[in-house]
């Protein structure tokens, strides 16, 4: 079956389920998932009950979609999120993203955690990604073109919204809450990065790295929606000050700077 045929098919089942009109959506990253907790008039729907959706098969991705109420907005929320190290295809992956701009949604925040190669980005720091760089080896937009399928080759001199990050820096100040501007360095995984790794990215320029977020910004500017894209700095590597790290301990912070994080999105929902 073709993409388009799969995008249709599963936004007409989810349709069947949810006819309400949504404002906009969000992906909870990993240890981040407990927003979708909060969303009232919730729909909850597995992944694996949605036509062509993969199945999550990581630890601390609840592996969910919610849809209902917060913060006087309509939202699908996707509750963990799929990887390339899953040994799903890019387009696969991607997917997701497809159908919420198929059920109208425009506007889109992203959430994930990463790890901090930069002195500032400590365990616990929010960054606000202005920019990536893809090192990933590969490119969900890759394959035969359609044109129902957006542009083919998508304008990326603003992947990230300046609008919807002025907005962001906006009310994080007002919260007193500190936010990172930072280029965000994909690559996928699953190892975590080396010192020499570390060195590389620093040169190239990159703050924060992580295993996600650069598949779904592409699809979402293919199709002409707007991208807000959150980190939560979980751990920190410095060439000379090297740390173990673990999923788990990646988990465990991001899960003690949640309710920060998602008095920082809840805000920023109301508001958007």
């Given amino acids: 079956m073709e993409l388009k045929e799969q995008v249709q098919e599963a936004a007409a089942w989810i349709r069947t389920r949810d006819a309400r009109a949504f404002d906009l959506a969000i992906v909870l990253g990993t240890g981040l998932g407990a927003l979708a907790d909060e969303i009232g008039e919730a729909r909850v729907i597995p992944y694996d009950e949605i036509p062509h959706f993969p199945a999550s098969?990581?630890?601390?991705?609840?592996?969910?979609?919610?849809?209902?109420?917060?913060?006087?907005?309509?939202?699908?929320?996707?509750?963990?999120?799929?990887?390339?190290?899953?040994?799903?295809p890019m387009r696969q992956i991607t997917l997701p993203i497809r159908v919420m701009r198929a059920l109208g949604i425009q506007r889109l925040i992203l959430t994930n955690a990463a790890g901090g190669i930069r002195p500032e980005l400590t365990p616990g720091s929010i960054g606000l990604i202005r920019d990536h760089?893809?090192?990933?080896?590969?490119?969900?937009?890759?394959?035969?073109?359609?044109?129902?399928?957006?542009?083919?080759?998508?304008?990326?001199?603003?992947?990230?919204?300046?609008?919807?990050?002025?907005?962001?820096?906006?009310?994080?100040?007002e919260q007193g809450v500190t936010v990172h501007d930072t280029i965000f360095g994909a690559v996928i995984g699953p190892a975590f990065e080396t010192e020499a790794e570390i060195r590389m990215l620093q040169i190239l320029g990159v703050d924060t790295v992580g295993m996600s977020v650069v598949p779904e910004t592409l699809v979402a500017r293919q199709l002409g929606m707007e991208v807000l894209a959150l980190t939560a700095v979980t751990d920190q590597s410095l060439p000379g000050a090297m740390v173990s790290v673990s999923h788990e301990a990646v988990n465990h912070v991001a899960a003690e700077l949640g309710p920060r994080f998602r008095a920082l999105l809840r805000a920023i929902i109301r508001t958007i």
Avoid: C, W
Avoid at 64 to 87: C, D, I, N, P, S
Avoid at 134 to 163: C, H, K, Q
């Fill in 57 to 88: 098969t990581v630890k601390f991705h609840a592996g969910r979609l919610v849809l209902g109420e917060l913060e006087g907005k309509t939202l699908l929320a996707m509750q963990g999120r799929f990887h390339g190290y899953e040994g799903y």
């Fill in 133 to 173: 760089i893809n090192l990933m080896g590969t490119n969900p937009l890759i394959g035969p073109y359609d044109p129902e399928l957006g542009v083919r080759f998508p304008d990326m001199s603003e992947p990230y919204s300046a609008v919807l990050r002025g907005l962001a820096r906006r009310i994080a100040a």
